[in-house]
C-alpha cells in the first residue's frame, strides 16, 4: 500500500493533498468485519473456511470477526490455528444476574472472544443506548480483559448543521468521564458517520482525516498510540486510499465482511 509522505489523492477521492502515513507509522493496521444479524452455520463454516485458507501464516494487520452471539463458539473454533481473532457486536452494561436476554462480558471472554464492539451507532439508535450505557459496557469490556471497540459518528443533521465534532466530543467525553483517557491503550476506536454505514456513500479522505485527527487529540497524550478505525462503506474498491491517510488505522467493515473476496482483498490492503 502507499507509504510516501505526500500524495496526490485521486480525483474521484475529491483532488484533495492529505498527508498519508510516513513510513515509520506504528500503529498496526485493524481490519473488523461486522456481521451484524446475517449468517447461518452452513453459511457461515463456508465464510470461515473462504477467509481462514485466503489468511495463513504472519500478516502485517490484525483481523477481527464479530459474528452474532449464537455463532462466537462457531467462529472461535473456525478461526483457532488462524492469527484471526473473534469479536462481539455488543456486551451487556451489567456484570451478572437478572437481565433476560443480555450476555455478559465475563461470558464473552469464556468463549474465547478478544473484542468488542461498543456504541455501534445501529444500537444507538435501534436500541436506544445512552452514552452513560455504551460507558457502562467499556467498562465490562475491560474489566474482564476484552478490548472495546468504541465506535462514534454524528447523524447527517449533525453533519449538514456543522455539529458532527461536538457530537462526536460529547459520545467521547462520556467514556473519559467514567474511566479516564489512560486505559485506551487497550482500546480501540471508530470513526462511523451515520450517513455512510450501510449506505454507499463514504466520507471523503479530508472529512475522515478532519474527525480522526480531532479524536487524536481529544486523546490527548495517548492520541498517537490508539487505533482509530474508519467505518462507512468501506469496500475493496476504496480501501486502499483510505488506508493510505495518516490517521486511519485500518476499517471497521459490514456489508463487505460477508463476501470472502471483497473482505480478503481489504485485509490485505491494510498490510
Ligand atoms: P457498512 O457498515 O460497511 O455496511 O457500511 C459499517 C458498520 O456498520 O460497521
Given amino acids: 500500500m502507499l507509504k510516501s509522505s505526500w500524495l496526490r489523492l485521486a480525483p474521484a477521492l475529491g483532488e484533495v493533498l492529505l498527508l ?13 468485519g ?8 452452513r453459511e ?18 490484525d483481523v477481527v ?16 490455528g488462524s492469527s484471526i481473532m473473534t469479536g462481539a457486536q455488543t456486551v451487556s452494561e451489567q ?34 443506548e445512552s452514552d452513560q450505557q455504551v460507558a457502562e459496557k467499556f467498562v465490562q469490556t475491560q474489566r474482564v480483559g ?23 466530543a460529547r459520545q467521547l467525553d462520556a467514556v473519559f468521564e467514567r474511566v479516564g483517557k489512560a486505559v485506551f491503550s487497550d482500546a480501540v476506536l471508530a470513526y462511523e458517520p451515520v450517513w455512510a454505514v450501510g449506505t454507499g456513500k463514504t466520507a471523503t479522505p479530508a472529512q475522515a482525516e478532519e474527525v480522526h ?34 490517521d486511519i488505522d485500518g476499517a471497521l467493515l459490514g456489508g463487505a465482511s460477508l463476501d470472502a473476496d471483497e473482505f480478503l482483498a481489504i485485509c490485505k490492503a491494510a498490510e
Wanted: with cysteine.
Fill in 20 to 32: 498519508t502515513k510516513a513510513s515509520n507509522t506504528k500503529r498496526r493496521q485493524l481490519v473488523v
Fill in 34 to 41: 461486522n456481521w451484524k444479524m446475517n449468517g447461518d452455520l
Fill in 44 to 61: 457461515n463454516a463456508a465464510l470461515l473456511k473462504a477467509i481462514t485458507a485466503g489468511w495463513q501464516g504472519q500478516h502485517g494487520a
Fill in 65 to 80: 470477526i464479530c459474528p452474532p452471539f449464537p455463532y462466537i463458539a462457531q467462529t472461535v473454533d473456525a478461526l483457532s
Fill in 95 to 128: 456484570e451478572k444476574g437478572a437481565y433476560t436476554g443480555e450476555v455478559s462480558a465475563a461470558m464473552l471472554a469464556d468463549l474465547n472472544c478478544k473484542f468488542v464492539i461498543i456504541g455501534h451507532n445501529e444500537r444507538r439508535r435501534m436500541q436506544r
Fill in 146 to 168: 476484552l478490548i472495546p471497540i468504541l465506535c462514534v459518528g454524528e447523524s447527517l443533521d449533525d453533519r449538514e448543521a456543522g455539529k458532527h465534532l461536538q457530537t462526536i
Fill in 213 to 246: 485527527q480531532f479524536m487524536r487529540a481529544q486523546l490527548g497524550e495517548l492520541g498517537e498510540k490508539v487505533r482509530i478505525l474508519y467505518g462507512g462503506s468501506v469496500k475493496a474498491h476504496n480501501a486502499e486510499q483510505l488506508f493510505a491517510l495518516a
